[in-house]
T-cell receptor, first 113, second 109 residues
């Protein structure tokens, strides 16, 4: 079973503050992803990466940065957190190829006040 | 552009009745389609995925058929169980996935 872990599991941040969400996978997967989940919008892709030291923009990258310092680790950075970024964030990983499933982490509940 | 549409936000069914959750897609090429399921307070996980050789994928009693003529990949099950209550996502793509808005399935006794 693929293992993807996220930290922290929940966080309260203040508007304008910096937030870093971390993701770690132990399966040697090439691809890693960051999604946000909001009621009515489903899962939306923020950033993804297919190799260490390189990241790609997803569908909603504005207000977010990503970092992939190694194959196992992928971070999501909110430089200036805003109220609209309150959501549940999921990290996922997968092998390269269209029929490989994505394995999701347990999620991080972020509340920006 | 490429997109996935799930028209029902909530489907409520009595246990034992058949399940059908709708999924349609727009794509500029022949897509790969997926269904993911998310139980309460859990992470999403793959339920089933389409294949290009027209074989019908099945898992845990659920099945879906890719109909390219109608751009659909509806999820079906012959008899709903209480444990099927969850949030279901249809998705399309090739590594980079686009998810639909999700459908909450609530199965009641």
């Amino acid at each position: 079973e693929a293992a993807v872990t996220q930290s922290p599991r929940s966080k309260v941040a203040v508007t304008g503050g910096k937030v870093t969400l971390s993701c770690h996978q132990t399966n040697n997967h090439d691809y890693m992803y960051w999604y946000r989940q909001d009621t009515g919008h489903g899962l939306r892709l923020i950033h993804y990466s297919y190799v260490a030291d390189s990241t790609e923009k997803g569908d909603i990258p504005d207000g977010y940065k990503a970092s992939r310092p190694s194959q196992e680790n992928f971070s999501l950075i909110l430089e200036l957190a805003s109220l609209s970024q309150t959501a549940v964030y999921f990290c996922a990983s997968s092998w390269t190829g269209p029929l490989y499933e994505q394995y999701f982490g347990p999620g991080t509940r972020l509340t920006v006040l | 552009g490429d997109s996935v549409t799930q028209t029902e936000g909530l489907v409520t069914l009595t246990e034992g009745l058949p399940v059908m959750l709708n999924c349609t897609y727009q794509s500029t090429y022949s897509p790969f389609l997926f269904w993911y399921v998310q139980h309460l307070n859990e992470a999403p996980k793959l339920l089933l995925k389409s294949f290009t050789d027209n074989k019908r994928p099945e898992h845990q009693g659920f099945h879906a058929t890719l109909h390219k003529s109608s751009s659909s990949f509806h999820l079906q099950k012959s008899s709903a169980q209480l444990s099927d209550s969850a949030l279901y996502y249809c998705a399309r793509g090739n590594n980079k996935l686009t998810f639909g808005q999700g459908t909450v399935l609530s199965v009641i006794p």
